[in-house]
């Protein structure tokens, strides 16, 4: 159900106003003074505003004004007097959606909200597809859960406040983190990504703050780091929970002042917009020790929990169609057949890796699949424990009919997800067992979407 924001100071207008709203199927929320109307948007948002233009604290203009940067994306309709056709041009001109001269028909009342919903909705579309974009997957929300998360999201995206996102590996921080920047007034600057779980602690500083020449062994000319090439954007943090304390420090500094400081270099100022994620209860690493409390109440001033794909089933099928689509074109296969055997199957699966182990499921039963078409019986035997072939036996060559290229990938993909899960997700562990060094197996861990960048 759509949410109106009222705001007008005679009390017999806000009462026609409501009923007309509600009676058209709108939750309406009510303000009798302009202030009231933008403490109230702050603490609940709205899809739609419905303002009048003369009010006693502050006018209409002035609450367009800020509402324009508390979330540039929702629709405000002016309600105007007779004869302020001119007023109501200029607020047209200043970002309002539309404006209604009383008194007013109801029918256009309630066609104007419902465009105005509309645009709202399109406006969050579009955000979503430019996060599709750029990270190349796909933000499916057809579950309640994802459409509740989705709703937060419209409304904390364009304030310019810090987001803790939390969930299961696997589970899409990443994608919700671009679909925030996306919605922010910050979309058209860059978004900047860092995974603490992927660098070295001894080389973290240096990646996040930057250094300058001669800073240290190695360092042969200075080098800006993720902080100073996000300014003006958004820099998204994941796995936060793997910082050392020491770099903590300096995070918080950075969100308590906007102040870093390279390694071996003099303090700067930066505008960034930080995102940060982790699958870490943050609350017992403070209580264990290894996290600041100060930089946990500094990141949880909006905490987001992304939902496991276990709580959204609903979202199987749309994300297993979506991942035919990438991966059958990549693989240069024609159209696939999906059984809905193997949907309902793989809807009904708990996926302890979550979103991103079902598009890795996907990707290595396309790449293995001998015709196209996906079965309930080919994903069993893709389950299956492997035998141990004797030592005469030669392998058979999985998908023949696919590019070498593509072949070879599926079997190394299956292999290292195979070790990786063996190891506890250990990295160093899983690097030894495959006798290749730990960067080595980050890169093909990213690679092949076994761990979020």
């Keep these: 159900m759509a949410r109106v924001l009222v705001i007008d100071d005679d009390a017999s207008l806000r009462f026609t106003l409501e009923a007309v709203l509600s009676d058209a199927g709108f939750q309406v929320d009510l303000a009798t003074t302009g202030r009231s109307g933008l403490a109230a948007f702050e603490a609940s948002g709205a899809d739609v505003v419905l303002t009048d233009l003369a009010m006693p604290d502050i006018d209409g203009m002035q609450v367009l004004r800020e509402l ?36 007013f028909d109801p029918d256009e009342l309630v066609l104007a909200v419902q465009r105005g ?113 996000a300014h003006r954007g958004t820099l998204f943090i994941d796995e936060i929970g793997e910082l050392p304390l020491g770099i903590q420090a300096k995070v918080l500094r950075a969100l308590q002042s906007g102040e870093i400081q390279p390694v071996g270099g003099r303090p700067q100022t930066v505008d960034v917009r930080l995102i940060v994620a982790t699958n870490r209860d943050l609350e017992a690493e403070v209580a264990a020790g290894r996290f600041r409390e100060d930089l946990f109440y500094r990141l949880n001033v909006v905490p987001l929990r992304v939902p496991s794909l276990r709580d959204r089933r609903e979202d199987v099928g749309p994300l297993v ?12 296969m024609g159209t696939v057949d999906v059984d809905p055997e193997l949907v309902e199957g793989l809807a009904a699966h708990d996926w302890p890796g979550n979103v ?23 994903w069993r035997s893709l ?23 593509a072949r070879i990938e599926a079997v ?13 997700k250990n990295q160093s562990e899983t690097a030894r067992r495959l006798g290749i060094s730990r960067p080595a197996l980050i890169e093909k861990l990213h690679k092949y979407g076994l761990i979020e960048r």
């Design 68 to 103: 324009r940067v508390l979330d540039p994306s929702v629709p405000v309709l002016m309600l105007t007097a007779h004869g302020s056709e001119r007023v109501a041009v200029a607020a047209i001109k200043a970002g309002a959606y539309d404006y209604l001269p009383k008194p």
């Design 117 to 229: 919903v509309e645009m709202r909705d399109l406006r969050l579309q579009n955000a979503r597809l430019r996060a599709e974009k750029s990270l190349s997957r796909t933000l499916v929300a057809e579950s309640a859960a994802m459409r509740r998360l989705l709703d937060v999201v419209a409304r904390v995206a364009p304030k310019d406040v810090t987001v803790l996102l939390t969930g299961e590996s696997g589970a899409g921080k990443d994608v919700v983190a671009t679909t925030i920047h996306a919605h922010s007034r910050r979309a058209e600057r860059p978004m900047v990504r860092f995974n603490a779980a992927a660098v070295p602690s001894e080389l973290a500083e240096s990646e996040l703050f930057g250094h300058v020449k001669g800073s240290f062994t190695g360092a042969t000319a200075n080098r800006s780091g993720y902080f100073q090439e």
């Design 321 to 332: 169609a979506a991942f035919v689509h990438t991966y059958g074109d990549r693989y240069g």
């Design 356 to 378: 991103r182990e079902l598009e890795n499921t996907i990707a290595r039963l396309l790449a293995l699949a001998p015709d196209d078409r996906l079965t309930l019986e080919s």
């Design 383 to 405: 389950s299956a424990p492997p035998r141990r072939p004797a030592a005469s036996t030669t392998s058979a060559d999985p998908g023949p009919s696919l590019p070498l290229r």
């Design 412 to 424: 190394e993909t299956s292999i290292i997800a195979d070790v990786y899960q063996q190891s506890g």
